[in-house]
């Protein structure tokens, strides 16, 4: 079984601030994980993904998550927040084999001018 | 290259009605998982196809059903439309059944009235 918690639906940040979003998850097997963004009434768009290798991913829009096993954690994060970076953001986590994927209950990010 | 499209992008019904939504995959593409998005339940997996087979299936009724074309498009359909089938419906397609990136389409929203 495989389960994703985001803490916080809610995260509000200003313009230039650090983003940090949340995101645990639970897995029976090895997992890969992801990251993907929503705008308003659009599809999701993949940001970033762990499958193996190196623990820190880049994505894109400078986006970056580090995988921490011991934690069982895949946080989001950037640097500097921009107004366009305003949208929801879903972590996601698939087991290795053909399984679909498992997603979080989403983040809103607001970025305030 | 084109990604996925989704046909139509909105659609009203009643209740009672069936309703059948159209997913074409990012070309050379063969697997399209086919997710549910409502605010309640968030995104949750509905079924995936691979060389025209169903693959995995979510936990839904019998109602939702879904198919592929030998060109890799695919069609879910949804009978005896309830209230509650309201959402926007994702369709996202990968090269392969265990490949881990899902490419999303931009959904169709359906409005059960």
């Known amino acids: 079984a495989q389960s994703v918690t985001q803490l916080g639906s809610h995260v509000s940040v200003s313009e230039g601030a650090l983003v940090l979003l949340r995101c645990n998850y639970s897995?029976?097997?090895?997992?890969?994980l992801f990251w993907y963004v929503q705008y308003p009434n659009q599809g999701l768009q993949l940001l970033l993904k762990?499958?193996?290798?190196?623990?820190l991913v880049k994505g894109i829009n400078g986006f970056e998550a580090e995988f921490k096993k011991s934690e069982t954690s895949f946080h989001l994060t950037k640097p500097s927040a921009h107004m366009s970076d305003a949208a929801e953001y879903f972590c996601a986590v698939k087991g290795t084999g053909r399984r679909a994927l498992t997603f979080g209950s989403g983040t809103r990010l607001q970025v305030q001018p | 290259k084109a990604g996925v499209t989704q046909t139509p992008r909105y659609l009203i019904k009643t209740r009672g009605q069936q309703v059948t939504l159209s997913c074409s995959p990012i070309?050379?593409?063969?697997?399209v998982s086919w997710y549910q998005q409502t605010p309640g339940q968030g995104l949750q997996f509905l079924f995936e196809?691979?060389?025209?087979?169903?693959?995995n299936k979510g936990n839904f009724p019998g109602r939702f059903s879904g198919r592929q074309f030998s060109n890799s498009r695919s069609e879910m359909n949804v009978s005896t439309l309830e209230l509650g089938d309201s959402a926007l419906y994702l369709c996202?397609?990968?090269?392969?059944?265990?490949?881990?990136?899902?490419?999303f389409g931009p959904g169709t929203r359906l409005t059960v009235l």
């Open positions: 070309s050379g593409h063969r697997s």
């Open positions: 897995s029976s097997v090895p997992p890969y």
């Open positions: 196809y691979f060389s025209e087979t169903q693959r």
């Open positions: 762990y499958t193996t290798g190196a623990t």
């Open positions: 996202a397609s990968s090269l392969d059944s265990g490949n881990n990136e899902q490419f």
